[in-house]
């Protein structure tokens, strides 16, 4: 084989490497074989144990209300998520956070693409002034990359149960998007009755997308963003925290913020090129070798 025949079958190597599947760095759709007492829970930890679980939950729960949704009496009639996970902050009247924090199996790196995937409806927001809560990709060091903020409040909060995303500090809840367009009461889209949708985040190194695939009884209400900018510097991500904030009290003495969550799930998308290369230097490495030979 000469040298020249070599470089071109190299060529084509990496022109016709094929794309490797996408790696789960993350999973959870709260089945278990034995379930938590949930109203003795303290901190998500006590989550863990999961049918085909991966990566780990933590986070001190300060009191909130965590229920399976086929036992909450509060949950939405949709059957598709009777086995979402409910959390709400706690109805103590005390400022807190509280934070259910997804910690990844491995870290993943933005410029290879990761894809972040769960089912998502409000909690209890019925007429009540909720707080809005966010939803927030960190690296290992704690550095941000997106951030969304879920509207929740229906007394006046103008962007309730809608999505909308921070960057720089400032909070967009009129979202740019290539098809459909998003609107207040996306998450709650069917004549009040709590449905949710799944939203599905497609992370890269120059910003994500959000495909809410949200669809109400007249098949609507679905739709896809421009790419939106991170909030901060992060080039990789190894969790994802979906934060509380209750800061008001309301008129029955307790803060109001909650969701419900279900087939939550991140994939890495592996960087094929390295395969590529690998052969191809092996390859290169055999060659030459039994030249000088």
Same mark, same amino acid.
């Given at each position: $084989? +000469? ?46 144990? $999961?049918?085909?679980?991966?990566? !780990? ?19 939405? +009639? &949709?059957?598709?998520? !009777? ?29 290879? %693409? ?7 409806? !409000?909690?209890?927001?019925? &007429?009540?002034?909720?707080? &809005? ?36 500090? +400032? ?6 998007? #290539?098809? %459909? ?6 998450? &709650? ?19 994500? #997308? ?68 690998? %052969? ?14």
């Amino acid at each position: $084989m +000469t040298t020249k025949t070599l470089t071109s079958f190299f060529i084509l190597l990496l022109g016709l490497t094929p794309s490797l599947p996408a790696s789960v760095i993350f999973f959870a759709d709260f089945t278990y074989t034995s379930a938590p007492d949930f109203s003795t829970i303290t901190d998500a930890s006590q989550l863990n144990g $999961m049918v085909d679980q991966v990566g !780990t939950f933590s986070g001190a729960t300060n009191g909130a209300e965590i229920v399976l949704a086929s036992t909450d009496p509060g949950s939405p +009639t &949709n059957p598709t998520i !009777t086995d979402a996970l409910g959390y709400r902050d706690s109805r103590d009247g005390v400022d807190s956070l509280t934070i259910l924090k997804a910690n990844f199996s491995e870290s993943a790196d933005l410029a290879d %693409g990761v894809n972040v995937s769960f089912f998502l409806s !409000t909690r209890r927001g019925n &007429n009540n002034a909720g707080d &809005n809560y966010d939803i927030v990709g960190f690296d290992s060091s704690g550095v941000e990359s997106f951030r969304l903020t879920i509207g929740t409040d229906k007394q006046g909060g103008g962007q309730t149960e809608r999505i909308g995303f921070v960057s720089s500090g +400032t909070t967009t809840f009129d979202l740019p998007t #290539t098809t %459909g367009a998003d609107a207040i009461g996306d998450l &709650n889209v069917d004549n009040n009755i709590q449905t949710g949708a799944v939203i599905n985040l497609a992370l890269s190194d120059n910003g994500f #997308t959000i495909d809410f695939a949200g669809v109400d009884s007249a098949g609507a209400n679905s739709y896809t963003t421009d790419v939106l900018a991170y909030n901060g510097s992060a080039t990789s991500i190894s969790s994802i925290e979906f934060q509380l904030a209750a800061e008001d009290v309301d008129a029955n003495g307790g803060d109001k913020s909650g969701f419900y969550l279900d087939n939550f799930q991140v994939s890495a998308i592996p960087e094929t090129s390295h395969a590529a290369v690998l %052969g191809g230097l092996t390859l290169c490495g055999l060659f030459f070798s039994r030249r000088r030979s």
